[in-house]
């Protein structure tokens, strides 16, 4: 499983997230706050998503 952190938190460092990739999935959490549960989504719909967020 691949995973990344955010390097683009707040001047507090307080809003972080981190992706992990499987063949299948995305799994993204809060890593400043793990207890809290994470989203799971679809590899392609990951794909859709971050394609969007690049023309932003």
Known sequence: MAGSKSSNGSAQDDD???V????Q?????DSKNS???GLAI???DWSRF???AGNG
Do not use: I, L, N, Q
């Not at 992990?20 to 063949?23: K, L, M, P, Q, R």
């Not at 999935?25 to 959490?29: E, F, H, I, M, P």
């Open 35 to 37: 207890s809290r549960p």
């Open 50 to 52: 971050v394609r969007y």
């Open 25 to 29: 999935t995305a799994y993204v959490r």
């Open 16 to 18: 972080c997230g981190e």
């Open 42 to 44: 679809g590899r392609d």
């Open 20 to 23: 992990a990739v499987t063949e």
